[in-house]
């Protein structure tokens, strides 16, 4: 799997960065990073500067994700990084994977995959939501019928069943509203 070779850094940066085909330099993806919350919501890192973007989009760089140009602003010259076809491929890869393959755990790669949606076609989104969901039913039959298996565990135990088998209910039920959404005709913007 290509989407492998993108660290969870590198992943939100090239999310980012995918956002503006024109492309984008490091100050906005920082300042992206700062109006959105991210170091608090995503494994980014609150000790993240723009050293260190500058260094993950080198990186990416170097890996065929981005190239770069230098456009003149004010008399200043300033990098501009632009994902490459390759990046988007492997962008769309991570993405496609990480909501597919989402079963029911806090997953920080979720919520950032989840926030790349517009990458997609309503299609190629219920299919990766349907699938994902068919999963966390299958997980959730499978906790119940170990806790039927067992109905005289103690509270500490069966409370380690009931526990992921409500939260699988949960996130069930919120990608069937999505799915909803989306056939509805939901927009889904960038």
Do not use: C, Q
Not at 72 to 81: G, L, T
Request: hydrophobic share 40%; net charge negative.
């Amino acid at each position: 799997m290509n989407e492998m070779v993108l660290k969870h850094k590198e992943f939100v940066i090239l999310g980012l960065l995918a956002e503006n085909p024109r492309g984008d330099h490091a100050y906005n993806i920082n300042k992206k990073i700062n109006e959105r919350g991210m170091r608090d919501w995503t494994n980014i890192g609150a000790d993240i500067s723009l050293s260190t973007i500058y260094r993950i989009l080198d990186r990416s760089e170097n890996k065929g994700f981005v190239k770069n140009y230098i456009e003149e602003v004010d008399n200043r010259e300033r990098k501009v990084y632009t994902i490459t076809d390759y990046g988007t491929k492997i962008l769309k890869e991570k993405v496609y994977n990480v909501i597919k393959g989402f079963i029911g755990k806090n997953d920080e790669d979720f919520y950032v995959a989840f926030s790349m949606l517009p990458l997609f076609s309503p299609e190629e989104l219920i299919k990766a939501f349907s699938y994902s969901i068919e999963t966390m039913k299958k997980n959730k039959v499978e906790l119940e019928n170990m806790l039927k298996v067992n109905p005289d565990f103690p509270i500490n135990v069966s409370g380690l069943f009931i526990h992921p088998i409500k939260i699988l209910e949960t996130d069930i039920s919120f990608m069937e509203w999505i799915i909803d959404k989306i056939k509805e005709g939901d927009s889904i913007d960038k």
